[in-house]
């Protein structure tokens, strides 16, 4: 990574104000729609899933928790393929109050299947907490995603959970 460029583009102003712009504009038109990994819609943003990839890559997690799965839990699908790439012993869970049954029917079929596991629960109630721990103890590096309700106080529930549990 170019260090410099980043350094630049986060001091100018003018970009921020374009990047923000942009992104008013183009949410109106479902942008984030548009794009699948490995056949199941993602609704993310490419450079968000570009940056995931990298941080997976440096971190080398061998379990990455998601929360907030319901639809159309492709991030499942991307995270699971990214470290199958890597190897070894690695999993990715997904954790949603509400995962459709169409999507478990396809996330069941998946290719990446046997990559991740995903349940449905509150990602901050104690019992999920101590079910993800489990699940998780011993292993580590773990990597932590909040995608849930992105509600403030959502958020803040599901980091309060992260650290602890994970």
């Known amino acids: 990574m170019n260090e410099a460029n980043l350094e630049a583009q986060a001091k100018d102003p003018e970009l921020h104000a374009l990047s923000r712009e942009w992104s008013e504009k183009i949410g109106r038109h ?21 940056a995931m990839q990298e941080l997976i890559f440096r971190i080398q997690p061998s379990v990455i928790v998601e929360t907030g799965v319901a639809w159309p839990a492709a991030p499942l699908v991307c995270y699971a393929s990214l470290l199958e790439l890597l190897g070894g012993d690695r999993e990715v869970i997904g954790v949603d109050i509400d995962i459709r049954a169409h999507n478990r029917v396809a996330l069941d079929a998946h290719p990446c299947a046997s990559a991740f596991t995903s349940f449905r629960a509150r990602s901050t109630a104690e019992a999920t907490v101590q079910q993800v721990r489990e699940r998780v103890a011993g292993r580590g590096p773990v ?9 403030h106080l959502s958020t803040l529930l599901d980091e309060l959970a992260a650290t602890r549990a994970w």
């Open 143 to 151: 990597l932590v995603t909040l995608d849930s309700n992105h509600t």
């Open 30 to 50: 479902k942008y984030t729609y548009n794009f699948t990994w490995m056949g199941r819609p993602i609704i993310q943003l490419p450079q968000d899933v570009m």
